[in-house]
């Protein structure tokens, strides 16, 4: 079974910076690419970034392209985003997935499992 549980969101003002942490016990967890993706109130769940199984690969949404930094430690099943330069917009519910089909690692569809997600919100 899998099983992710986000860890590390909470309030920051607008410049901060947060660490979310994404672990899992399943083998899956490490040998599959791992994506994160946020929800803001009102609006549809869109990707953030997403790293390939040896970390080889680093794919970025543009509007957090230089601000945040996504890596993983597959020895402890464990995911990270590191947001920096926070603004605003950052808002929302973050989640970790694991992408189980083929198809564009931006879209949301080719996830399989989720976590129960992180709030993270940036004050002006």
């Known amino acids: 079974q899998v099983h992710l549980v986000e860890s590390g969101g909470g309030l920051v003002q607008t410049g901060g910076s947060l660490r979310l942490s994404c672990a899992n016990s399943a083998r899956t967890f490490s040998t599959n690419t791992l994506g994160w993706f946020r929800q803001a109130p009102g609006k549809e769940r869109e990707f953030v970034a997403a790293?390939?199984?040896?970390?080889?690969?680093?794919y970025y949404a543009d509007s957090v392209k230089g601000r945040f930094t996504i890596s993983r430690d597959n020895a402890n099943n464990t995911m990270y985003l590191q947001m920096n330069s926070l603004k605003p917009e950052d808002t929302g519910v973050y989640y970790c997935?694991?992408?189980?089909?083929?198809?564009?690692?931006?879209?949301?569809?080719?996830?399989?499992?989720w976590g129960q997600g992180a709030q993270v919100t940036v004050s002006s």
């Open positions: 997935a694991v992408k189980y089909n083929t198809g564009s690692t931006y879209r949301e569809s080719e996830y399989k499992y």
């Open positions: 790293i390939s199984r040896s970390s080889t690969s680093r």
